[in-house]
């Protein structure tokens, strides 16, 4: 159990939600906080419940019309048990590298790849909402180009060629970076910045037909808010955002990779993460016209990755319900089932 709450393993996990039931109680809970409330009467109270068969079905006590606690969700109208749902979803939301169908269908033991290929579809589908936010603002922002391998289509096989992909990352700094900092002091000679005192903040990836301003510019404009610090290499391509409102640090010595590397430390780390993501998970082999959907789902797991919570709710297609109780009150048994 990690510090934040949420499991951090599939045996925790499996303590939290150990059957169909603890699921379907969650559901409930997520839905009604407090008690039922009939979506046709407006009834509250108890409902009837159906121990003998699916669980995911109350019956209002008024109106006798039958509610289900998956309508609404990713899990709607499926015939796959809510066990193997939740898991899916804990495994998707939190395993930074992503996973193929024939992994997911052996993780959750399922016999037909098609159930673990429309679970995965489903689950997926909650995590390529575009984010439409400006990053930045008050934390500095790191831009910069790489290039990703893709295949084109129509391509033969073996026959690659590259993408480029722009990025924009927050740099933000620990909350306790100047306690650490005079911590460690006397152990780093010349007051040398030590790493961990920033740390990756939001992320946003786009796929961009060349290097040329236009492309470039557009992408910072549309994911950058206005007056942020934006930090990029000596690229022409960025010139123009100074007339733009954005504060741009150039790094003027360019051409050395080490300099570009430590005046953008954190962009380069996002696109070597990013490549051995493309590379390990989808063997490299991602459809050119599918990079964006793929980047989509990277930054948004990114994004997320001190929140799997929000992760969780969201892939299930439970983010639009009220305040869901957290992980640490279900497993240390503060959270009250519904009785
Ligand atoms: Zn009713």
Same mark, same amino acid.
């Given at each position: 159990?990690?510090?934040?709450?949420?499991?951090?393993?599939?045996?925790?996990?499996?303590?939290?939600?150990?059957?169909?039931? +603890?699921? /379907?109680?969650?559901?409930?809970?997520?839905?009604?906080?407090?008690?039922?409330?009939?979506?046709?009467?407006?009834?509250?109270? &108890?409902?009837?419940?159906?121990?003998?068969?699916?669980?995911?079905?109350?019956?209002?006590?008024?109106?006798?019309?039958?509610?289900?606690?998956?309508?609404?969700?990713?899990?709607?109208? @499926?015939?796959?048990?809510?066990? *193997?749902?939740?898991?899916?979803?804990?495994?998707? /939301?939190?395993?930074?590298?992503?996973?193929?169908?024939?992994?997911?269908?052996?993780?959750?033991?399922?016999?037909?790849?098609?159930?673990?290929?429309?679970?995965?579809?489903?689950?997926?589908?909650?995590? *390529?909402?575009?984010?439409?936010?400006? *990053?930045?603002?008050?934390?500095?922002? &790191? !831009?910069?180009?790489?290039?990703?391998?893709?295949?084109?289509?129509? !391509?033969?096989?073996?026959?690659?060629?590259?993408?480029?992909?722009?990025?924009?990352?927050?740099?933000?700094?620990?909350?306790?970076?100047?306690?650490?900092? +005079?911590?460690?002091?006397?152990?780093?000679?010349?007051?040398?910045?030590?790493?961990?005192?920033?740390? +990756?903040?939001?992320?946003?990836?786009?796929?961009?037909?060349?290097?040329?301003?236009?492309?470039? *510019?557009?992408?910072?404009? &549309? @994911?950058?808010?206005?007056?942020?610090?934006?930090?990029?290499?000596?690229?022409?391509?960025?010139?123009?955002?100074?007339?733009?409102?954005?504060?741009?640090?150039?790094? !003027?010595?360019?051409?050395?990779? &080490?300099?570009?590397?430590?005046?953008?430390?954190?962009?380069?780390?996002?696109?070597?993460?990013?490549?051995?993501?493309?590379?390990?998970?989808?063997?490299?082999?991602?459809?050119?016209?599918?990079?964006?959907?793929?980047?989509?789902?990277? !930054?948004?797991?990114?994004?997320?990755?001190?929140?799997?919570?929000?992760?969780?709710?969201?892939?299930?297609?439970?983010?639009?319900? @009220?305040?869901?109780?957290?992980?640490? @009150?279900?497993?240390?048994?503060?959270?009250?089932?519904?009785?």
């Amino acid at each position: 159990m990690d510090p934040r709450g949420f499991p951090t393993s599939l045996p925790e996990f499996q303590k939290v939600f150990p059957n169909d039931d +603890a699921c /379907a109680k969650y559901l409930e809970r997520m839905r009604w906080p407090e008690t039922f409330k009939c979506p046709q009467c407006g009834v509250t109270g &108890e409902p009837y419940r159906f121990p003998s068969r699916s669980s995911v079905v109350l019956r209002c006590r008024g109106c006798k019309t039958n509610t289900s606690l998956t309508a609404g969700t990713v899990m709607q109208s @499926s015939h796959t048990r809510l066990s *193997i749902w939740f898991w899916g979803a804990y495994l998707a /939301a939190t395993q930074t590298p992503g996973q193929s169908a024939l992994q997911f269908q052996r993780q959750l033991g399922l016999s037909r790849y098609e159930t673990a290929f429309q679970i995965l579809h489903k689950l997926r589908a909650g995590m *390529i909402r575009p984010e439409r936010d400006g *990053i930045g603002g008050q934390y500095p922002v &790191e !831009v910069d180009e790489c290039h990703v391998g893709g295949r084109s289509r129509g !391509v033969g096989r073996g026959v690659h060629d590259m993408a480029t992909v722009v990025g924009a990352v927050e740099v933000r700094q620990r909350k306790d970076a100047e306690h650490r900092a +005079a911590q460690y002091k006397g152990g780093y000679a010349g007051g040398i910045p030590l790493k961990k005192l920033v740390y +990756a903040g939001r992320l946003r990836l786009r796929v961009v037909p060349s290097r040329q301003p236009g492309p470039l *510019i557009k992408f910072v404009t &549309e @994911s950058v808010s206005k007056g942020s610090t934006v930090r990029t290499d000596g690229w022409h391509g960025y010139n123009e955002l100074r007339g733009l409102g954005y504060d741009n640090d150039v790094l !003027v010595l360019g051409g050395d990779p &080490e300099k570009a590397d430590a005046h953008l430390p954190m962009i380069h780390l996002v696109f070597s993460n990013l490549k051995t993501w493309i590379l390990g998970t989808h063997h490299g082999a991602i459809a050119q016209h599918h990079l964006q959907a793929y980047l989509n789902e990277y !930054v948004y797991r990114f994004n997320r990755r001190f929140y799997p919570m929000t992760a969780f709710n969201s892939v299930l297609g439970l983010a639009a319900h @009220s305040t869901p109780p957290t992980y640490e @009150s279900l497993y240390s048994g503060d959270w009250k089932h519904p009785i």
